[in-house]
């Protein structure tokens, strides 16, 4: 099993930015891909931003420009960096994670962009 840890999250105004993070623990063997989606009330949950163990990165075009992903490989922990952060941008960020091809959630953070 491996649990996910998500902080970071909160509110800001439009234009601000806020860094999340997400560090993995328990039975990790190799950890092949990390990433954030987020849900708003009323829609389905939403990728955001990949990264693989390699470094490979993929992001929905809404953030691109705006959001950076990256990873701690030692530490077994993904960063968001939101800058330019939007009213459209405020959702539940949850935190994924690929470990031996099974797939592990996070408990969620909140972001909320004021406009």
């Known amino acids: 099993q491996v649990q996910l840890v998500e902080s970071g999250g909160g509110l800001v105004q439009t234009g601000g930015s806020l860094r999340l993070s997400c560090a993995a623990s328990g039975s990790i063997f190799s950890i092949y891909a990390m990433g954030w989606y987020r849900q708003a009330p009323g829609n389905q949950r939403e990728l955001v931003a990949t990264?693989?163990?390699?470094?490979?990165?993929n992001y929905a075009d809404s953030v691109k420009g705006r959001f950076t992903i990256s990873r701690d490989n030692a530490k077994n922990t993904a960063y968001l960096q939101m800058n330019s952060l939007k009213p459209e941008d405020t959702a539940v960020y949850y935190c994924?994670?690929?470990?031996?091809?099974?797939?592990?959630w996070g408990q969620g953070t909140q972001v909320t962009v004021s406009s």
């Open positions: 994924h994670v690929i470990e031996r091809f099974m797939n592990y």
């Open positions: 990264i693989t163990s390699g470094g490979s990165t």
